[in-house]
């Protein structure tokens, strides 16, 4: 089974403060994705990786930036955390290009105070 | 613009009362339309994925089927453990992103 795991469960921050979420995946997956969700409004994607070191903006990557270094491994950044960004996010990653099924992992509920 | 429809928002069933929950699509070619469930606080975990019109896959007692502008999950003698949020997503063709509805959050009552 596809295992997708998120460093927190739930984190609670300050504004200002940079802000680390790690997503890490176990099925040697080239695509991976975070999206973050909020209540009527759905997920909506923030940024998208195909490849080690590759990244493209997705709908909403204001305030955000990531890190692909390693395959196995993507990691959302809040550069300087606002009240606004507080939300669940969620990492998913799938094989490849094409058509195909994403794996979500459990989520990060996060709290800016 | 492509977009993703879920209908109804919210649903209760009673145990074993058989219900359809719908996903209207509009995209510019469909590469595929999957189907998740989300638990309270939890991630989507997926169900199924459907290709091409007409096509129907099934599981327990869910069932998706669909159509050139819709997706139909249909849930036959619900019980209380398949009370969660239902999400469905669209992949249009030529993107490597995924639209999501809102979702039907579903409770099933024993």
């Known amino acids: 089974d596809v295992k997708v795991t998120q460093s927190s469960r739930y984190l609670v921050k300050r504004t200002g403060e940079k802000v680390f979420l790690e997503c890490v995946q176990d099925m040697d997956h080239e695509n991976m994705f975070w999206y973050r969700q909020d209540p009527g409004l759905g997920l909506r994607l923030i940024y998208f990786s195909y490849d080690v070191k590759m990244k493209e903006k997705g709908d909403i990557p204001e305030g955000y930036s990531v890190s692909r270094e390693k395959k196995e491994r993507f990691s959302l950044i809040l550069e300087s955390a606002s009240t606004n960004q507080t939300s669940m996010y969620l990492c998913?990653?799938?094989?490849?290009?094409?058509?195909?099924?994403?794996?979500f992992g459990p989520g990060t509920r996060l709290t800016v105070l | 613009e492509d977009q993703v429809t879920q209908s109804p928002e919210a649903l209760r069933l009673q145990e074993g009362e058989s219900s359809s929950l719908n996903c209207s699509y509009t995209v510019s070619g469909l590469r595929g339309l999957f189907w998740y469930r989300q638990d309270p606080g939890k991630g989507p975990e997926f169900l199924f994925t459907?290709?091409?019109a007409g096509e129907e896959k099934e599981k327990e007692r869910l069932k998706a089927t669909l159509t050139k502008k819709e997706s139909f999950l249909h849930i036959t003698a619900p019980k209380p453990e398949d009370s969660a949020t239902y999400l469905c997503a669209v992949q249009a063709s030529g993107t490597y992103k995924y639209i999501f509805g809102t979702g039907t959050r579903l409770k099933v009552l024993a």
């Open positions: 459907l290709y091409s």
């Open positions: 998913a990653s799938r094989p490849g290009q094409g058509a195909g099924e994403q794996f």
